[in-house]
């Protein structure tokens, strides 16, 4: 069965660097994209980014740009989310989630499996 | 960037049906996916191309769309159901594709 299982809980101080860790089992990992979701306390989801983890190409939103970024190790079948400069509206439970591609004029994401989530905190 | 909008709140008695609609200029072109994320839980896909089921999900949960409006459907709620339910789409207005959640609707069932 499809397993995302993510590292555990951190906290951070303002101006510090996170790495989540996400480790898949049950499919062939380079077969889908991974794609990072996050969620602030009391909000909404909010997309991050994706990477390839056969070629490791990726592609991030606009707001995270600079500051994310995304790898993969392909031979432990896990992918990473850094996510630097830190700030306190940062703090948030971040998710993996496998990603469904679906090409028909534009190209499509959604998410079929996710991880349990990571919150982080930034607090000084 | 695009938006898609949901209601903020839904509320219905056991056994009614809920409807959750989620409005976006370009759901006509792209179809939208639908997530239940109960509290401290990450979340589950429940509806995909507009108004495919998951296998695992229940026959009661559907997905329509109609124009710029895309609508989850449950009918017969149960008391497990009570969740937050948050739309998805494609985000296209950049230069690579994106994703764009909703808002999010918080489902009651009183």
């Known amino acids: 069965q499809v397993q995302l299982v993510q590292s555990g809980a951190e906290v951070k101080k303002p101006g510090a660097s996170v790495k989540v860790s996400c480790k898949a089992s049950g499919y062939t990992f380079t077969g889908y994209y991974m794609h990072w979701v996050r969620q602030a306390p009391g909000q909404g989801l909010e997309w991050m980014g994706r990477i390839n983890p056969n070629s490791g190409g990726t592609n991030y939103a606009q707001k995270f740009q600079g500051r994310v970024t995304m790898t993969r190790d392909t031979s432990i079948s896990t992918a990473y989310m850094e996510l630097s400069r830190l700030r306190s509206d940062d703090t948030a439970v971040y998710y993996c989630?496998?990603?469904?591609?679906?090409?028909?004029?534009?190209?499509?994401?959604?998410?079929?499996?996710w991880g349990q989530g990571t919150l982080v905190t930034v607090s000084s | 960037s695009y938006e898609l909008t949901q209601p903020p709140s839904v509320s219905v008695s056991p056994g009614q049906t809920a409807r959750i609609t989620c409005s976006g200029d370009?759901?006509?072109?792209?179809?939208a996916y639908w997530y239940q994320q109960k509290p401290g839980q990450a979340p589950v896909l429940v509806i995909y191309?507009?108004?495919e089921r998951p296998s695992g999900i229940p026959e009661r949960f559907s997905g329509s769309s109609s124009g710029t409006t895309v609508t989850l459907t449950i009918s017969g709620v149960q008391a497990e159901d009570e969740a937050d339910y948050y739309c998805q789409s494609a985000d296209s207005s950049g230069t690579y594709p994106g994703v764009v959640f909703g808002g999010g609707t918080k489902l009651t069932v009183l």
């Open positions: 191309k507009d108004s």
């Open positions: 989630a496998r990603g469904i591609t679906m090409v028909q004029g534009v190209i499509e994401y959604y998410f079929d499996y």
């Open positions: 370009a759901l006509p072109k792209q179809y």
